[in-house]
């Protein structure tokens, strides 16, 4: 058999992975938050957003327990669910694991890294964008686990951030390195070229003030191109039809007798100042380029030449690009018709203010970092992102009402600033400050005196709420004699729902029928109980739930032959679950060796992957 080769990137362990156990998520009422009754009704917190008001949303979840197994939790209600994830996992700088060498330190973050990704994917919808922020440590390694599970074919770029200024920025080992003061975000689509998948990204653009933009290039001898106007186009005196490459229609009218000058000879002629001049005349200001395009070359085909007085109008609607599908007009001039580029067009006049507008690139910096540890009211000192960075995200990736995720909320960043632009949100935190910090945060969001990051720019002023929610204890737990039974601190509800998960039901008791715990589909159910079922009582179950539908019961013990009853399925418990995951363990955390030497309960192995080397290869099959 032949063999082929894949490239990918091999460390020590790479081959284990934890069986997860799907917990439930119990609600802790007493750390739960939502804007009083009162608030809701003169805010009307549930009514559509508007343009200049957020809208507020109460179902908001923030959960306490380790990443991964919270992760797991959601994956059955919410796979598919999620628009945008934000993460910026532990940056594994040396000091994380400093009982173990830097070999198996390193391969510790990558498994872990690994099993959280593998999750996150299946969270996103088709068209979800992760952004995954990172300092130089782990950055190129993680790059390449997105690639292995999102493919390299939905990675959409990679962003630097400036995060430190410069008097602030670390080293470690300055005698030797550059200071630290830029950090990067990977950004992956779940699905980018697919018909359900990424489309683009929402119009973003950074602004200068265009007066500082025009000194700063004209001191540094450079050339600004803005200087032409266009006072009047004349009178039209021809009108074409031409066609593009595809036989598309392109309507040009031709104007002759146009009114044009520049800035300065009207600085000269109205003794108005440079500002006022652009100011005044912002919409007729523009540059002109002879670049070549199909549209241009038929016109110049069609028309040869122009006056010195004539324009051309070319309106057509594109096939493809930024103005798809829309009817757009350019203007040609000069004899060698050349195409008018409006200053109007990557600028923006705000009252007597000009800004020159450019497209977001993949450089970001200008965010507030003094006094950053203060932002949002809570004491975070290392870690904290700005709520301006996370703004940028949001608007980047996603529309009002869409699902955030951040499953390292630390001091809660992404909650504050996904609430205060009207998005829902899960945020997920293991350590003691998910209620110290996080919660304290949110309830100053909900009600209104958050005065600090974003609040100003999206006009937030309050409302909306979130759910407390930790992880379950493990549904199973050894006994003295070492068997695995039903954890004591289990109540029915709480079994009936764990096995839900389990056996792949959603969870959705019914008030008329006792044996209805859940249903697989309209016709399938699952019955839940700790007890023991006799035949009488299995023929009474079976007779209820009739000839036309199904249900799979996990019970204690039942006395029946497996074709006693053809609609129901009869399963033990514990038994039946006893080898699905890795029972009662509650750490998969960053600071854990879960690797191990020997092979235990609970784990996957991928083969026989022995790999020690980062960066080999291995074959498979072709």
Known sequence: MKSKQKLELTWIGKHKRPRLEPRILLEDKSLSYHAGPEAELADDLFLDQTPD?????????????????????????????????????PYNTGQMFI??????????????????VEILWHLLRDDG????????????????????????KNF???????????????????????????????????????????????D???????????????????????????VDRGQQVDERVIYDGSGEEIN????????????????????????DVYVENFEGIFSDTNAQTSIRTRIIDEFVKLEKDELLVASYVPRSGRDKGAMVEHLYISPTIRRVIWLKDSSEKRGRFLFKKEKLGTYWDGFPLNNLTKEGGVQFPNGKKPEALLKRVLELATQPGDLVLDSFAGSGTTAAVAHKMGRRWIAVELGEHCHTHIVPRLKKVIDGEDQGGITKAV???????????????????????GNWVINKQYNPEMLAEAMCKHMGFTYAPSREHFWKHGH???????????????????????????????????????????????????????????????????????????????????????????????????????
């Open 520 to 622: 697989s589909t309209e016709t399938d159910f699952i019955y839940v109980t700790t007890g023991s079922l006799s035949h009488d009582q299995l023929r009474k179950i079976s007779d209820e739930v009739g000839p036309d539908r199904t249900l799979l019961i996990c019970c204690k013990a039942f006395m029946a032959e497996g074709d006693d009853f053809p609609n129901l399925t009869l399963k033990k418990i514990p038994q039946a679950v006893l080898k699905k995951c890795q029972w009662d363990h509650d750490d998969y955390s960053f600071t854990l060796n879960v690797l191990g030497d020997d092979e235990e309960e609970g784990w996957d192995y991928d083969g026989d992957d022995e790999s020690l080397a980062t960066g080999t290869t291995e074959e498979e099959p072709a």
């Open 204 to 230: 973003l653009f950074e602004e200068e003030d265009l007066f500082d933009l025009i000194d700063s290039m004209e001191s540094s001898g450079k050339s600004w191109k803005y200087t032409s106007v266009i």
């Open 252 to 275: 040009v009218r031709k104007f002759k007798g146009i009114k044009r000058t520049t800035v300065n000879e009207l600085v000269k002629s109205t003794g108005l100042t440079r500002e």
């Open 53 to 89: 008001r957020p809208q507020a949303y109460h179902d908001n979840i923030l959960i306490q327990g380790d990443n991964l197994l919270a992760l797991k939790a959601l994956e059955q209600k919410y796979a598919g669910e999620v628009k945008c994830i934000y993460i910026d996992p």
């Open 99 to 116: 009982n173990y060498d830097d070999g198996v330190e390193h391969s510790e973050w990558l498994s872990r890294f690994r099993d959280r």
């Open 156 to 202: 959409i770029n990679q962003v630097s951030v400036k995060m430190k200024l410069a008097a602030g920025a670390s080293g470690g080992g300055e005698d030797k390195k550059l200071k630290k003061n830029i950090e990067y975000i990977l950004v992956y689509a779940k699905n980018y070229s697919g018909d359900t998948g990424f489309k683009k990204f929402n």
């Open 459 to 481: 006009n937030w002023q309050g409302g909306g709420g979130f759910r407390y929610l930790r992880l379950a204890p493990s549904m199973l737990k050894k006994d003295n004699w």
């Open 129 to 152: 964008v992760v952004f995954c922020q990172l300092n130089d440590d782990e950055c190129a390694y993680a790059k390449i686990v997105f690639d292995e599970i999102f493919g390299r």
